[in-house]
C-alpha cells in the first residue's frame, strides 16, 4: 500500500458547478477524515467517518458540502453550488483508530 | 478561537544545525499531539507523536518536547538538511473528541546551505 491517495490532484470549476473528490484511504485503516486548507493555514477538520457511518461534521460543513463513505473503504467528497469560497486545498486522512492520521497529497479546488 | 498556535511564523537556519520549533497549546484537556511537515503542494506528513503522559519522546533526527506545565510543545530537529526545509504543524486531539485534529497556522522552517 502506498498510502492514502487522492483524485483529482487538481480541480478548476465555474462557480455555481458541482465537484467530487475521491478519496482511498490505507487499506486496514477503519477511520477517515476529511480537511480544508486554505492559503497560510494549517487543516481545519470537515468530517470524520468509522468504517461507512458519518461520526461527526465540522460547522464548516455547509449544506452544500456532502460526504460518504458507502462501504467503509473510499470516501468522496461532493460540494454542491460551488462558491468562491470554497477554493482551497482538500486533504484526506486515515487512521487505524483515534490516532496517527496519515495524509493523501490532497485535492487542490479553484473556483472561478 | 484556536486552541493550538505557534510563537514563530518563519525560522532560518543554517545546515548542520539544530532547529527549535515551537507550539503553544490553550486546551488543558488535550491528551494526544502531533508535529507534522508539510512540503509545497504536498498533504502533511507525520514526523512524530507524543501523548500527555509522556514528557519527551525521541524518533530520527527529531525530538517533541511537551510541558503541561506551561501548554507547550516543542519539536527539536538534529542536524538540520535542506530537505527539511517546509512548514511545521502541531496539531492536537482533545482527550473524548472523535479524533479531529486541531492544527495551528504552521512555521516556515528554512534552511541555509
Known amino acids: 500500500d502506498t498510502g492514502v491517495s487522492q483524485d483529482p490532484r487538481h480541480k478548476i470549476t465555474k462557480r455555481g458547478q458541482n465537484v467530487t473528490f475521491r478519496c482511498d484511504p490505507i487499506?486496514?485503516?477503519?477511520?477517515l477524515y476529511w480537511y480544508r486548507q486554505t492559503l497560510g493555514q494549517g487543516p481545519e477538520f470537515l468530517t470524520y467517518f468509522q468504517n461507512e457511518a458519518q461520526l461527526e461534521k465540522s460547522r464548516l460543513l455547509s449544506d452544500r458540502f456532502s460526504a460518504e463513505r458507502p462501504k467503509g473503504s473510499f470516501s468522496t467528497l461532493e460540494i454542491q453550488r460551488t462558491e468562491q469560497g470554497d477554493s482551497a486545498m482538500y486533504l484526506c486522512?486515515?487512521?487505524?483508530?483515534?490516532?496517527?492520521?496519515?495524509f493523501g497529497p490532497g485535492t487542490r479546488l479553484t473556483v472561478t | 478561537g484556536e486552541s493550538v498556535g505557534l510563537h514563530l511564523p518563519t525560522l532560518s537556519v543554517q545546515e548542520g544545525d539544530n532547529s527549535i520549533i515551537n507550539c503553544a497549546y490553550s486546551n488543558s484537556a488535550s491528551d494526544y499531539f502531533i508535529w507534522y511537515k508539510q512540503e509545497s503542494g504536498k498533504g502533511p506528513q507525520f514526523i512524530i507523536d507524543i501523548r500527555s503522559n509522556m514528557d519527551k519522546r525521541q524518533g530520527q533526527r527529531v525530538t517533541v518536547l511537551l510541558n503541561k506545565t506551561v501548554k507547550h510543545l516543542s519539536l527539536q530537529i538534529a542536524a538540520t538538511q535542506p530537505g527539511d526545509s517546509a512548514v511545521y504543524f502541531c496539531?492536537?486531539?482533545?482527550?473524548?473528541?472523535?479524533?479531529?485534529?486541531?492544527f495551528g497556522k504552521g512555521t516556515k522552517l528554512s534552511v541555509k546551505p
Open positions: 487499506s486496514e485503516h477503519n477511520r
Open positions: 486522512a486515515s487512521s487505524l483508530g483515534a490516532h496517527e492520521q496519515y
Open positions: 496539531a492536537e486531539i482533545g482527550r473524548g473528541s472523535q479524533g479531529n485534529l486541531i
